[in-house]
């Protein structure tokens, strides 16, 4: 115990050790000695006895535990819209890490004691995980330079992820001994270290040339011993096999086949008889003196022809050289791609699509901008109108408004709905919620607030997270008159709206015909939920408010 002690006090961090181990919850605590890592999960009344046991190891000892719940913003936005979040990146050695009610991101702290490199104790702060998707993230900038002394509360660091920047704050007092990634640095790996700090001003220059190498390897070499034995014995073999199959080529030149029959491979006879070669005027070097393509290739080589298929795409690459610019991925882009494409290889999507009249809503539109204008209130668009009627649709048919999992299909009671908005910077998809229960005043508002905010890249992850449909309208800004949208997962379903078009159809009389407009829309599904029974009942459904927009407002 007299060691413990001494151990304990080591560290002025350290004295609450035994206070913070009379949790009250159940506690997860790791340790790491020389060659082995331990994790359990116990309870109140087995904390004193783990305390007496594995606290005397600790002087080597690195542990790895920090979680804060993070808020973020989109990628680039201005300085005064970055949401500050507090971000736990030194918690006490010893504390335990609590699993109840754990939810946001981790950030990677991990204390040092390296009395071998002589090393006093510090803490390696590593590129924390700030959003479910994210697997790397930048430097913004650091707001904290090197020997600066950092308290509780102070923002460290902004970090960009795929989706958001967010301020790394401080919780702990010490001083700032080493940037490892410094401002601007891209793609840095969740858990990679980007800082070093230390409790003591003195410390400081201990770490000048401090590099993270040496510690990431031993974290390494700590792992269980499950990857000790390396596979390179398959590859060894098979280049003893694939040596031992050459050998023949070398020993046995002269094997000629028998006069009767000539032996090749089905590529070689291929390119002698696509290149009118005689397969009896060639010896063959392959086993057994069969003949293979480099026979082939030799010899039309040595006459002087070209057989490669590479060489005139080769030419004709040299004779016409392209000119482009390489523009590089933003964050939103990577994220977008990522998700799109998971949706298009595990989705199952099938599309419907109907024609609506829309001439009943375009003179309810009318009247209600008058009103509008009258009140001082923003216009209502014809998209308004559709998430309006979407939203009605989906509480009509509540399967549509689902989610997949392995085990059950999640069904909402909130109708949520994602609206897809341009930028110069990528698509975002900020949520209207509760839009079954909103007016269309209201909707006009929050669409038209939330798209601006998507434009200056301001929004917050409350704008565009719990979506639980999916609203995408090219047809009014770009005329496009039919298309079909990829499903935005975890959501079943989404709607692709086309222009309105002027069409002649039938009047009342045998001889008579009128002008109407019509509306284009596409529905995507995930025909795991959505079967396609249900989709042409949530399409009749969305139809019937469309035609007759004045049940929309009952």
């Known amino acids: 115990m007299a060691y413990a002690s001494r151990i304990i006090n080591h560290s002025k961090k350290l004295r609450n050790a035994p206070n913070l181990l009379r ?41 790895s535990s920090t979680a804060a719940n993070s808020t973020v913003l989109l990628s680039g936005g201005s300085r005064k819209n970055v949401s500050r979040t507090a971000m736990q990146v ?14 946001g991101s981790q950030a990677e702290s991990r204390r040092g004691y390296s009395s071998d490199s002589g090393l006093p104790p510090h803490q390696e702060i590593g590129m924390p995980s700030l959003s479910p998707t994210m697997t ?6 650091w707001l904290k330079k090197e020997g600066e002394k950092i308290s509780p509360g102070e923002v460290l660091c902004e970090v960009e ?24 640095s891209k793609e840095i790996k969740v858990g990679e270290v980007i800082a070093i700090t230390v409790e003591d001003e003195e410390d400081i220059p201990m770490f000048k040339d401090y590099s993270p190498s040496a510690s990431d390897g031993a974290a390494a070499a ?31 030149p002269s094997t000629t086949p028998s006069e009767s029959r000539i032996f090749a491979s089905p590529l ?47 030419k004709d690459t040299t004779a016409a050289a392209l000119d482009y610019v390489d523009i590089p991925h933003s ?37 209600l901008n008058s009103l509008q204008e009258a009140s001082g209130g923003k216009r209502i668009s014809v998209n ?18 689902s989610s997949w999992t392995d085990n059950y299909i999640r069904q909402y009671n909130n109708v949520n709905i994602n609206v897809a908005v341009q930028t110069d910077n990528g698509l975002y998809v900020p949520v209207v919620r509760e839009a079954d229960k909103k007016g269309l005043s209201t909707i006009a508002d929050e669409v038209k607030h939330l798209a601006q905010k998507a434009r200056e890249n301001s929004l917050k992850p409350e704008d565009y997270e719990g979506g639980t449909f999916t609203v995408s309208n090219l047809g009014g800004p770009f005329g496009i008159k039919q298309f079909c949208a990829i499903v935005n997962p975890p959501q079943s379903g989404i709607l692709a709206v086309g222009s309105a078009e002027k069409r002649v159809v039938p009047g009342s009389g045998s001889d008579e015909f009128k002008f109407a407009s019509f509306l284009s829309v596409t529905l995507s599904c995930d025909h795991r939920v959505i079967d396609g029974a249900i989709g042409a009942e949530w399409l009749k459904a969305f139809k019937g408010y469309i035609e007759n927009p004045e049940s929309m407002l009952l």
Request: proline share 7%; hydrophobic share 35%; aromatic share 4%.
């Open 161 to 184: 992820t795929d989706k958001a920047t967010v301020e790394m704050e401080c919780m702990e007092e010490g001083f700032l001994a080493k940037i490892i990634k410094g401002d601007g």
């Open 268 to 314: 070689a006879r291929r390119l002698a008889e696509d290149h009118s070669v005689p397969l009896s005027s060639i010896k063959g070097t392959g086993p057994d003196g069969h003949i293979v393509k480099v026979d082939i290739e030799d010899y039309l080589a040595s006459r002087g022809k070209e057989v490669s298929a590479t060489a005139p795409k080769a």
């Open 222 to 252: 700590k792992e269980p011993p499950a990857s000790k034995s390396p596979p390179p014995p398959p590859p060894k073999k098979e280049v003893e096999e694939t040596v031992s199959s050459q050998e023949p080529k070398i020993s046995r």
């Open 331 to 367: 964050q939103i882009r990577k994220v977008t791609a990522s998700r799109l494409l998971f949706s298009k290889q595990t989705i199952p999507h099938y599309y419907l699509t109907v024609d609506t009249c829309v001439d009943k809503l375009e003179g309810l539109r009318s009247k």
């Open 136 to 141: 790397e993230g930048n430097i913004a900038r």
């Open 23 to 63: 949790h009250e919850q159940a506690c997860l605590i790791r340790w790491v000695s020389n060659d082995t890592v331990i994790t359990s999960c116990i309870e109140k009344d087995d904390i004193g006895k783990v305390h007496h046991r594995h606290f005397v190891a600790a002087e080597k000892e690195r542990f």
């Open 384 to 401: 308004d109108l559709v998430i309006k009627a979407a939203a009605l649709a989906l509480r009509k048919v509540p399967q549509c408004n």
């Open 90 to 103: 030194g918690i006490p050695l010893g504390g335990p890490l609590v699993m109840k009610d754990f939810s």
